[in-house]
């Protein structure tokens, strides 16, 4: 039996390695026992930490009630032990939650006051990242021009990170096809997403986005044939995903609701 602060460290290792496969059902099941063994050692600090990446599996499982919970918690837990990036990244994935579940309004005023707060710090990569977010808050409420602007905006801020333009660019893709682009155009982009995922050989966040994507861009610019393969790969890669999930939206346990503040 590992040492408690030891087993704890391994299991947030093991929270990082199923994000990434990604395996969520198993980064939710980390995530959960890794917050209970960090309160047993007393380092609330990383408890929480470990909080807010369950509630981020979880709403990438579209369980969106439980990751609401669990990340708002996250969140004010973060904000009493002053952990800014913890709160901030919480934050962020409520406005996908609220973007979801059909509160726009909730979902941009979020997203609007994390993007300032991070301008006003000068943190372009914190900028980047709200404006991601707040793109994908205006495109699921069908504002697509918004959507389209604070793409462009994230754009200019990210190319320093080959992963998360692979999925701003499939993303806005989907954007530039509901407002008419020419096909070409609307291909290349998502092209572009496609080719950086492959030689990535994977990215944490958006991975869907960028082949879906380059599927429909394929439908829309004519070439159905090799949006039939594209098509056939998403499904290949979604049915692989979805067998790694052992307990998911019909989980039955309950959540770490736990007091974690000294």
């Not at 708002?72 to 990036?85: S, V």
């Not at 409520?94 to 579940?101: E, I, Y």
């Not at 991601?132 to 754009?155: H, I, M, N, P, Q």
């Amino acid at each position: 039996e590992k040492e408690p602060a030891a087993r704890a460290f391994l299991q947030a290792a093991n929270v990082a390695r199923a994000s990434w496969e990604p395996d969520l059902d198993r980064a939710v099941r980390e995530a959960e026992e890794a917050v209970k063994s960090f309160e047993v050692v007393g380092d609330v600090p990383n408890a929480t930490r470990q909080r807010q990446k369950a509630g981020t599996a979880l709403s990438e499982l579209g369980a969106y009630a439980e990751a609401e919970a669990m990340l708002n918690q996250a969140r004010a837990d973060a904000e009493f032990l002053g952990l800014h990036a913890v709160a901030n990244d919480a934050a962020l994935r409520l406005t996908f939650v609220f973007a979801r579940t059909g509160r726009f309004d909730e979902a941009t005023r979020l997203a609007n006051e994390l993007l300032q707060a991070y301008a006003a710090n000068r943190d372009r990569g914190g900028e980047a990242h709200a404006r991601c977010y707040l793109a994908s808050v205006y495109y699921f409420g069908g504002r697509f021009e918004d959507a389209a602007v604070e793409s462009l905006r994230a754009l200019h801020l990210i190319d320093h990170s080959p992963p998360y333009r692979a999925a701003l660019l499939g993303f806005f893709s989907l954007t530039k096809m509901h407002q008419g682009a020419p096909p070409d155009e609307v291909l290349t982009m998502a092209k572009e997403a496609y080719d950086l995922l492959e030689k990535l050989t994977g990215i944490a966040e958006g991975e869907a986005v960028v082949r879906i994507a380059y599927a429909e861009a394929l439908h829309y610019a004519k070439q159905e044939e090799a949006a039939k393969k594209a098509v056939a790969a998403a499904r290949d890669r979604l049915l692989a995903r979805a067998a790694k999930i052992t307990a998911g939206l019909s989980r039955t346990r309950p959540l770490l609701f736990s007091r974690t503040r000294p």
